[in-house]
């Protein structure tokens, strides 16, 4: 099978979560991914993870969980060789990928502008916390910093004064799967016009991305979002508590909420219309927490979806990662090591993706990558007395 970005070449010179996932979204899709790291300052997601042993020795998983498929090459882009060796990398690459702080690479003689000159069909990618233009253009930040600059962590919570993050990295994967499509879409638009382009990228973006519907709502009549916990507008959307766990039900729409009351025996509490349902919110929710209360929530999860109404019971990551469906669909691939790192969000008949080599150490394919580029034995020795390499 053909794989979709087979004989693509990126170069992956990013750190931590968001870049990284960018470039391994292309990678399970069969590009050439090349990760380039100082060999002095790694990627500082190899020193991050579940597992201190795996920190010490720099294979740690929160760099796992992005690093297969790439191949590894340390150079230190602040020695003249180490610039050189990565100008004649960009020179044959189809993808440039890095999130230094916009001017960093620029200062280096990396930047687009000068690396275009030599590959005009060079797709160069730059990923930022706030854009590359801005008051705070030259400013860094994480996904938490994001989440609390953008609105996003002052909307979630339970409305006690005290906003929470999310439990997940979502501002930083979601720039990645933005990144991974960006990509994807100056590709495509490459095979038209023959040139590559710039792509700005920024987390804080991203962030407004991920709240569309709110900043319409917002937009249109200052409807400003608070934190509501597991509160909807809707009674019959909600998380309730069952006999033994918390179960989330999202009877959504109306033909859904009256499904719901049938099913529960109570005809009485099925609305016409969705202002109906907003000015009774109060009385459905006492109702559906009695009633949910009298079963465990494995029980009701069976009983609503026998009547197609979409509901879950509050699972831990150890359960949901040995749900059938969860295995059924192939997002986990497990390396012989045991490790376990989710692949893609979506399966293709034609191009599938997959896991095809493990993450790396640093370095670890430097000579092979230079010797491709057509550096002699001799010049990679006289790279790595320099320390330009490791």
């Not at 991203?206 to 009549?221: D, E, F, R, T």
């Not at 059924?328 to 790192?341: C, E, F, I, P, T």
Request: proline share 4%; hydrophobic share 40%; charged share 20%.
């Amino acid at each position: 099978m053909v794989q979709a970005f087979q004989g693509v070449r990126v170069i992956d010179a990013t750190h931590v979560l968001a870049g990284p996932f960018a470039s391994y979204q292309l990678a399970v899709l069969g590009a050439d991914v090349i990760k380039v790291e100082s060999p002095h300052a790694p990627d500082q997601a190899r020193m991050q993870g579940s597992d201190r042993r795996l920190n010490d020795v720099g294979m740690g998983t929160a760099f796992l969980a992005q690093g297969s498929n790439k191949r590894a090459l340390a150079l230190d882009l602040k020695t003249e060789g180490g610039r050189d060796a990565f100008i004649r990398l960009a020179k044959m690459a189809d993808v440039l990928v890095q999130n230094y702080r916009p001017g960093a690479f620029e200062a280096l003689g990396l930047g687009y502008e000068a690396l275009s000159v030599l590959n005009p069909r060079l797709i160069y990618c730059g990923i930022s916390a706030f854009g590359a233009n801005g008051p705070k253009r030259e400013d860094t930040g994480y996904d938490n910093v994001l989440q609390a600059y953008s609105g996003i962590m002052a909307m979630t919570g339970h409305g006690d004064g005290r906003p929470l993050k999310s439990g997940a990295q979502v501002v930083d994967y979601a720039t990645g799967l933005a990144g991974a499509f960006a990509i994807s879409a100056a590709l495509y638009q490459r095979e038209r016009t023959g040139r590559g382009q710039f792509i700005d990228l920024s987390m804080l973006d991203v962030s407004v991305m991920l709240l569309a519907s709110h900043v319409a709502g917002y937009s249109w009549n200052g409807a400003h979002p608070e934190a509501k916990g597991n509160r909807f507008p809707f009674a019959t959307i909600g998380c309730y508590a069952a006999a033994d766990t918390d179960l989330m039900i999202s009877a959504s729409n109306l033909t859904q909420q009256r499904r719901l009351w049938i099913a529960l025996g109570r005809e009485d509490m099925v609305k016409t219309d969705n202002n109906q349902r907003l000015e009774d919110h109060a009385r459905e929710s006492a109702v559906l927490t009695e009633i949910i209360g009298t079963r465990k929530a494995a029980e009701w999860e069976a009983f609503l979806r026998e009547h197609r109404i979409p509901a879950a019971r509050i699972r831990r990551m150890e359960e949901a990662l040995a749900d059938p469906q969860v295995l059924q669909r192939g997002v986990v691939h497990r390396h012989a090591d045991g490790l376990g790192v989710a692949v893609s969000a979506f399966r293709m008949s034609e191009s599938q993706p997959e896991i095809r080599s493990a993450p790396q150490p640093v370095g670890a394919q430097t000579g092979e990558i230079l010797s491709e580029l057509g550096y002699s034995a001799a010049e990679i020795a006289a790279l790595r007395d320099e320390s330009a390499i490791s």
